[in-house]
């Protein structure tokens, strides 16, 4: 049974960091592209970042959040990560790991297999 769970989430101030993590069970972790998305109310889910392979070099952001927003892996702990700094209130969203088992379609949402229950960021202006 393949099993996402995020971790990471909470309040914090406009500027502030946090970091999201994602532990994956129950599949092959190192040969899936990992992604992270985000849906704020009222609002479609929205792709955040993306990495395929295992390496960790193959990575991918949304424009919103370049240079702000790093993804990482830890293949050995089946481990992927989220580094989020300089938040912004608009940021505030639930924020979820995905697994997919191609490296198309990497910021599809709809074209992912597998899903976290999701985690909170809040951030405050």
């Known amino acids: 049974q393949v099993q996402l769970v995020e971790s990471g989430g909470g309040l914090v101030q406009g500027g502030g960091s946090l970091r999201l993590s994602c532990v994956v069970s129950?599949?092959?972790?190192?040969?899936?592209?990992m992604g992270w998305f985000r849906q704020a109310p009222g609002k479609e889910r929205e792709f955040v970042a993306a990495m395929i392979g295992w390496s960790g070099m193959n990575t991918h952001y949304a424009d919103s959040v370049k240079g702000r927003f790093t993804i990482s892996r830890e293949n050995a702990k089946n481990i992927v990560h989220l580094q989020m700094n300089s938040l912004k209130p608009e940021d505030a969203a639930v924020y979820y790991c995905?697994?997919?088992?191609?490296?198309?379609?990497?910021?599809?949402?709809?074209?992912?297999?597998?899903w976290g229950q999701g985690t909170q960021v809040t951030v405050s202006s």
């Open positions: 995905a697994a997919r088992g191609s490296s198309t379609d990497y910021n599809d949402y709809q074209k992912y297999d597998y």
């Open positions: 129950g599949m092959p972790f190192s040969t899936y592209t």
